[in-house]
């Protein structure tokens, strides 16, 4: 058995007027803020995507998903997420787990963790005890920690029978 191991990490600014979604779940900010971005902005997602690209040296969602092309504006970073796992496929690769860490000040994640582990994993055709989700603040330092953005790292370990 072969083994892969991939390492994503994505960060957005937040923004007013935009919706906040994490996990494949849309959040209230305290402050009514969202992720900017060209999708939908779900950084959790966006370095989970990463990860499993990197995994089997396929580049980053930018290469397959160009913020300059206009067919990605607004996506669902849960229907991208899927067609990244149609590449994992293709190539006899199987996801055996992922962990991720999500690096936010606001809002509180815990209650919503559960959610976003059964959205990713039912996108991802896993159960979700292979996907790991963690919150955790920055201290109140740095771009994260002053509230300026959300920032994600996520891991991907992949194996092919």
């Known amino acids: 058995m072969q083994l892969r191991i991939g390492n994503g990490y994505d960060i957005h600014r937040l923004v007013p007027g935009r919706p906040l979604i994490l996990g494949g779940v849309r959040l209230e900010h305290p402050a009514g803020l969202g992720l900017a ?33 206009e067919r990605w504006r607004g996506a669902d970073s849960l229907e991208l997420l899927e067609r990244v796992m149609a590449l994992v496929a293709e190539r006899g690769w199987q996801v055996l787990n992922i962990d991720t860490v999500v690096v936010a000040e606001r809002p509180r994640l815990k209650p919503h963790i559960a959610a976003m582990r ?43 029978p």
């Open 37 to 69: 971005g060209h999708s939908d902005a779900d950084v959790l997602v966006h370095a989970l995507m990463d990860a499993l690209l990197g995994a089997l040296s396929l580049g980053d969602i930018g290469t397959h998903f160009p913020p300059e092309d």
């Open 118 to 160: 059964a959205a990713i994993a039912s996108r991802m055709g896993l159960v979700p005890e292979q996907v790991g989700v963690k919150a955790t603040t920055n201290e109140g330092l740095g771009p994260t920690g002053r509230e300026e953005g959300i920032a994600c790292h996520a891991v991907a370990l992949l194996h092919q």
